[in-house]
Each structure stands twice: as structure tokens, then as C-alpha cells.
């Protein structure tokens, strides 16, 4: 049972342009979400992340937005450099101890020059 | 530089073999997790390791055995594995003292075919 999805296996974005990726869940009970940045070859590592608590958390170019009563979250990157070409994976903790992590299927972004 | 270390990047091993991975890190996280990943699939929990005590274990096959030597180590013992076994096998730390504020800090995996 995948508790967290992401639904676009791809996206292509111009160099400059908005990427905007997208992640939906259906436990009410993740308060806590994390998005992750992962290169072939390479371990995922942390991008950011939002609480509950919060509809929107920003990190330079990298903003994530969540809609709780749709169980929505979208990680927006302005701009888009192709650097930032990657697989992005959503990712919640379960509550009570929140070492239980369920991570999106993934998207992979590329970013064209 | 990742601050945790997986040895060996690669490895090959038919199924009557026992190998042994191995995971590092020095940043006082006192959580260490396997986890495993197919390609084109999400990361999936294996283990946890919350100070050197097994929390977690996600119902994994014995022919996958964890350990955790102390606070820096984490060692997954690999014996009569079958092929579809085969996978990146990933390493991760987090602190334990800081609530939901604790990302997972990812190893560059170990590749491991079974033949």
C-alpha cells in the first residue's frame, strides 16, 4: 500500500523556468514531510522540509507548499538549473519515534539548457 | 564528500556465498537504517537501529542479518541470497534527540548483484 505517491514518473523543464513537482498521501496522520534530492550513483540527500503546522516552507529557490485537506505537497524550484537534474523523492515519517519513513515513488527531473 | 561511508561500492555474489556490507559515520546519530532499492523504485526500510538496539525490522528475510557493533557501525550480513535479491542497498543515519527535525542522512550504496 503506497501511503505516499507521486503520480508524474518525468517532467522536462526549461533552463530558468518553474519545476514544479508534485506528491499526494493518504494518511491523515503524517504531520511531518520531506522531499529528497537523489543522482545516479549517489545516496538521496535532503532538500526540505515542512511540518503540519505549516502551508509553505522556503529554501532559496526550493519552496514547498502543503494542502493538508487535499493531502497535496509541491516542491517548486525557480530557478531551474540543470544542476537541479535529479530524481526527487517525497518522503513522511510515520508518528511515534518518526524512524518509520515512507518515501514517493519519485520523479525524475530533468532541466534542459 | 558523503558523511556516510559504504563499503564495498560494488559487489558480486553468488547465492551459496556470505558477504558482509559495511556503513560508517561520525556525526553522533545515534539512528542507523538499511534500506533497499530497486531500480525505478523508492528506497524501501529494511532495518533501524535506535542506540545500538534493533527498533525496526520490516518483516526482512533471515537470510538478511543487521548489526550494529557501536554508535559508528552498522553491518548487514548477506548469506544464501536468491537473485532477485540484487539491488542498491543503502545506509542512513539520523539523530535521535531532535523530534520530527531529523532527516535521513543517505550513504552512496552498495550495488549488489546475486548471480
Known amino acids: 500500500d503506497q501511503q505516499v505517491k507521486q503520480n508524474s514518473p518525468s517532467l522536462s523543464v526549461q533552463e530558468g523556468r518553474i519545476s514544479i513537482l508534485n506528491c499526494d498521501y493518504t494518511?491523515?496522520?503524517?504531520?511531518?514531510f520531506l522531499w529528497y534530492k537523489k543522482y545516479p550513483a549517489e545516496g538521496p540527500t535532503f532538500l526540505i522540509s515542512i511540518s503540519s503546522i505549516k502551508d509553505k516552507n522556503e529554501d532559496g529557490r526550493f519552496t514547498v507548499f502543503l494542502n493538508k485537506s487535499a493531502k497535496h505537497l509541491s516542491l517548486h524550484i525557480v530557478p531551474s538549473q540543470p544542476g537541479d537534474s535529479a530524481v526527487y523523492f517525497c518522503?513522511?515519517?510515520?508518528?511515534?519515534?518518526?524512524?518509520?519513513?515512507?518515501f514517493g515513488t519519485g520523479t525524475k527531473l530533468q532541466v534542459i539548457p | 564528500d558523503t558523511e556516510v561511508t559504504q563499503t564495498p561500492k560494488h559487489l558480486v555474489m553468488g547465492m551459496t556465498n556470505k558477504k558482509s556490507l559495511k556503513c560508517e559515520q561520525h556525526m553522533g546519530h545515534r539512528a542507523m537504517y538499511w534500506y533497499k532499492q530497486k531500480a525505478k523504485k523508492p528506497p524501501e526500510l529494511m532495518f533501524v537501529y535506535s542506540y545500538e538496539k534493533l527498533s525496526i525490522n520490516e518483516s526482512v528475510p533471515s537470510r538478511f542479518s543487521p548489526e550494529c557493533p557501536n554508535s559508528s557501525l552498522l553491518n548487514l550480513h548477506l548469506h544464501a541470497l536468491q537473485p532477485e535479491d540484487s539491488a542498491l542497498y543503502l545506509c542512513?543515519?539520523?539523530?535521535?534527540?531532535?523530534?520530527?527535525?531529523?532527516?535521513?542522512?543517505f550513504g552512496n550504496g552498495t550495488r549488489l548483484t546475486v548471480t
Open positions: 518522503a513522511a515519517p510515520f508518528s511515534g519515534g518518526y524512524q518509520k519513513v515512507t
Open positions: 542512513a543515519s539520523s539523530p535521535l534527540d531532535r523530534g520530527i527535525n531529523s532527516p535521513l542522512h
Open positions: 494518511n491523515s496522520m503524517f504531520d511531518y
